[in-house]
């Protein structure tokens, strides 16, 4: 999570300053795609990128999973947010949890970079996959959900915590020998331009993953009507379909970093699929299903009372009101359907256990 929190300054009628997680490239490189998106848009608005630091970004030491709850790495700068120091913030939408503050909303979810997760590998492992390493190799991971379904894929392996932004984990993996190989996230790494690190792709069938993963998402007030307006034009309408049913399968459970909850979206043919799954902690127990709805709904005009409904935090007048209550009700229903068959326990279970760790 730490690496991926940026956030966006708009000031009227003023030079335009864009505020990112101090120290983190990968802020940074994320935040100069949106404002990059935002002035071919209004090329008469002024941008100036400035830095501010979030708590989550400053533990460094201790696993995601025990370090509490995702607002550590929101906190701040939603504070910026709500004294008005700054109008808008970019995150990475997977830490954004699934209920914002009172005030606050996702004004757009921009187009999903490749959501999967990816496999850097130490280089005397070059040229391998995880199947083919020796007995024992020690996988790191900060994420329970990546372990939880690697670890019942690959039996054979050792998987460990590892923690730091980008720069620091790739730097322990090459530097020292604790680590064969390292699970990421392959959005990161190709925003960072490492793509050429990653050494396999991790499909769906190998690792489901976590909700809202590879997508930027922009945080706003949400009675700004202006700012509202203006980054609207950023949403991309299948990722927000995609991720607003992914955030209301998470919400459903009242999942987050503490338990392995994953997820898999495709849109095709006016059809929204959506796979989930929840994992015990060794992956041994799960469960996971597949449903599908339709979304093909026009655009109609929605202006009124009702203009800015959120759906799990997301306010976007520009993608059919009827589609966004579909993808919701999906995940809603996917998630009944797991804790149906005893979802809650494994995930219960998984949360004693990591609290105890």
Known sequence: MSGHLSAVVFRRGETKRALFSASLQLARIQTDSVVEMLRELYPDLCFEI????????????????????????TKELENALERNEVDLVVHS???LPTSLPPGFTIGAVCKRENPLDAVVFHPKNCGKTLSLLPEKSVIGTSSLRRAAQLKKKFPQLEFRDIRGNLNTRLKKLDEKEDFSAIILAAAGLK??????????LLSPEDCLY?????ALAVEV????????NMVSALHDADTVLRCIAERAFMKRLEGGCSVPVAVNTMLKDGQLYLTGAVYSLDGSDSLKETMQTSVNYPQQNEDGPNDD?????????????QAQEAAENLGVE??????SKGAKHILSVARQLNDAR
């Open 309 to 321: 409904v959120q759906h799990v935090g997301i306010t976007a007048k520009n993608v059919p009101g």
């Open 93 to 95: 939408l997977k830490d």
């Open 334 to 339: 996917l998630a009944s359907l797991l804790l």
């Open 50 to 73: 400035v830095a501010m630091s979030t708590t989550g970004d400053r533990i460094l030491d201790t696993a995601l999973s025990k370090i509490g709850e995702k607002s550590l790495f």
């Open 191 to 200: 925003r960072m331009g490492w793509e050429n690190r990653i050494g396999q």
């Open 221 to 228: 007030r949400a009675k700004d009507q202006e700012i509202l």
């Open 210 to 214: 976590a909700v809202g993963q590879g």
